[in-house]
């Protein structure tokens, strides 16, 4: 790394530290570590939600499943903005943020709590956000690693996760949601800067939006056999719809797992609905609209834009300048079907370690002469070229396609996605240990501001180990899965009962009991014993029963969680409450007035 790549970067946590520092100066009360005072600037807010919202996840995982299946995860982009920016801030954030005040509640489980009266509900909405929430933040580790280790040539992939948290942590722990919430604002930005760029420069690569998306097309053909029996019909086109026939397994994967699974869960996100408490008004919700949704529309829609098209870069453009190590072994094979798993091995121009490409019939070598690099043009898809590792086309399109500036500059944003995301995860994990779990277990103890800091900071620490461990032994290319399964076990144990908490005046503490825990074991029931892709990494149904899934049909094992427990637990919060004694008039006009 060149001196003036190296002053970027720390110019950028310098900033991140100063802003961390700010939090910590402001933050004087247990209100202000938790919930940031309530008296957040709704641009703030905005920016905040939106860079929580969208993290490496979204970017890496999500930008290298749309290399992988195409154009079609644009539907994603449509639900996030029609759910998770109008929806949301519209119709879910100003009743959230009234109620939050009314019961002053710090939490999203205690506000639940709270509204139901029952310190059962708040226990346990924290207990699952502390145990699982490490998932999602697994993979927001996992995908800023994956650009780390790639862009600064890592050996250890565990060196750079390390990194990545240990520079999350430290202001999270510092300044609480205050500190969260302005380096959330000030990496928003960069993020946003980013993205534009990102766009611009790719399709200037390509010739300009109809040249690039029209030889996208072209590329049908070249679709691999094995994601053409699922349904994969070219990056330009959704997959057919059906049942009864693996052949239809691409578009059940990419409406129930990818869109519904994100799409919807991120109503019942904590760490998300919590920032609707950061404001003091209603009207502050409202102006933050018009920027939340630009941030997202670019977030989102350029990185999914950018990773289909990063397959007419790699087949059409790429070209590699270097020395191949292995040239009298792939001889004999160039022009023609190589036998499985050969790779070119390279040392790039200027750099110090080989790196690794497969062979393809396509591949074309030009030799230099005495001592001149060699021109390899590996003419490959992307999933061909990052050898199947979907996670790394974004970081290979960038490392390959973007000049070395553009490089560090992507690494920033890659770095606020990671940190913006992260440090909420922190944060929410930490409070969901000191104030929906330590100081409701003991209800007798009146703990004070500083003992629940210290506790939710212990908190945050424990998470962040957790994480960590999960990165370091994690299968990498699940990140995209990983953050849809969480949407998925969010939305399934919390959003019937969040949305009858707001709008439904009759639902009641045990058909809220009731959702939340028929949501969350049906949801985890299907994940363990169903779901094919989680099923067979925890692999438990095949120390149960000998096989992989119980019901190895050609379309269930793909069929999201979310799809199955979703409406089980909508039932059982509607039926349980009507079969059950109302809430009391007192209660209810504490919780909504007179």
Not at 277 to 301: C, D, P, W, Y
Not at 343 to 367: A, M, N, Q
Not at 522 to 547: D, H, N, P
Request: glycine fraction near 10%.
């Amino acid at each position: 790394m060149s001196l003036y790549e190296l002053l970027i970067i720390m110019a950028y946590l310098s900033v991140t530290a100063c802003l961390g520092f700010l939090g910590y100066k402001q933050t004087r009360t247990r209100l202000d570590y938790i919930i940031a005072g309530r008296n957040t600037h709704p641009f703030i807010m905005a920016l905040s939600y939106g860079a929580t919202f969208i993290s490496t996840s979204a970017i890496v995982g999500f930008g290298g499943v749309a290399g992988l299946f195409g154009m079609g995860l644009m539907w994603l982009v449509f639900l996030n903005l029609a759910v998770g920016i109008l929806i949301a801030f519209i119709f879910i954030g100003e009743p959230t943020r009234r109620l939050g005040h009314r019961l002053d509640a710090h939490t999203f489980p205690e506000l639940l709590g709270r509204r139901f009266d029952s310190r059962f509900i708040q226990i346990f909405c924290g207990a699952i956000i502390f145990l699982f929430m490490p998932l999602y933040a697994t993979a927001v580790l996992l995908g800023g690693a994956e650009f780390v280790q790639i862009l600064f040539q890592l050996d250890n992939f565990n060196v750079a996760l390390l990194i990545l948290a240990l520079v999350v942590v430290i202001y999270v722990l510092g300044g609480g949601l205050k500190a969260v919430m302005y380096t959330d604002a000030f990496q928003g930005g960069i993020m946003m800067l980013s993205m534009i760029f990102l766009l611009f420069m790719t399709y200037s690569r390509l010739g300009g939006v109809t040249a690039a998306h029209s030889h996208l097309t072209s590329l049908a053909p070249l679709v691999p056999s094995s994601l053409q029996a699922i349904g994969h019909k070219g990056w330009t086109c959704f997959p057919d719809y059906g049942w009864g026939d693996a052949k239809f397994n691409l578009w059940w994967i990419m409406v129930s797992t990818i869109t519904l699974g994100v799409g919807i869960g991120v109503l019942a996100q904590p760490q998300m609905a919590v920032r609707y408490m950061t404001v003091k008004s209603n009207r502050e919700i409202k102006r933050g609209v018009g920027l939340g949704a630009v941030f997202i529309l670019l977030l989102t829609g350029i990185p999914y834009t950018v990773g289909a098209l990063s397959n007419a870069y790699f087949h059409d453009q790429e070209e590699i300048r270097g020395y191949v190590l292995n040239k009298d072994e792939i001889q004999p094979y160039l022009g023609q079907e190589p036998p499985q798993g050969m790779v070119i091995r390279i040392l790039p121009e200027g750099g110090t370690s080989e790196i690794r490409i497969p062979l393809g019939k396509e591949t074309s070598i030009t030799l230099g002469d005495s001592g001149t690099p060699d021109r390899i043009r590996p003419r490959l898809i992307s999933a061909q070229r990052t050898g199947g590792a979907r996670d790394q086309i974004i970081p290979t399109f960038i490392d390959s396609a973007m000049p070395r500036w553009f490089g560090v500059l992507f690494l920033l944003c890659l770095l606020s996605a990671a940190m913006s995301t992260l440090s909420s995860q922190m944060h929410t994990m930490g409070t969901a240990a000191g104030r929906d779990i330590f100081e409701q277990i003991l209800p007798d103890y009146s703990p004070t501001d500083r003992q629940t800091v210290l506790v939710t900071r212990i908190g945050i620490i424990i998470g962040l180990v957790i994480s960590l461990f999960l990165a370091a032994k994690s299968l990498r290319g699940y990140i995209a899965v990983s953050t849809a399964l969480f949407y998925g076990l969010c939305a399934s144990s919390f959003l019937p009962a969040f949305i009858g908490a707001l709008f439904w005046k009759r639902m009641t503490r045990a058909g809220a009991i009731a959702s939340m825990m028929g949501g969350f074991c049906v949801s985890l029931f299907w994940m363990l014993f169903f779901f094919e892709q989680t099923a067979r990494a925890i692999g438990l149904c095949q120390m149960l029963t000998g096989q992989a899934v119980l019901w190895p049909d050609p379309n269930w094992p793909v069929v999201d969680p979310l799809l199955i427990s979703l409406p089980i637990s909508c039932l059982l919060a509607a039926g349980v409450s009507l079969m059950t004694h109302p809430p009391g008039r007192e209660h209810l006009e504490k919780c909504f007035g007179a």
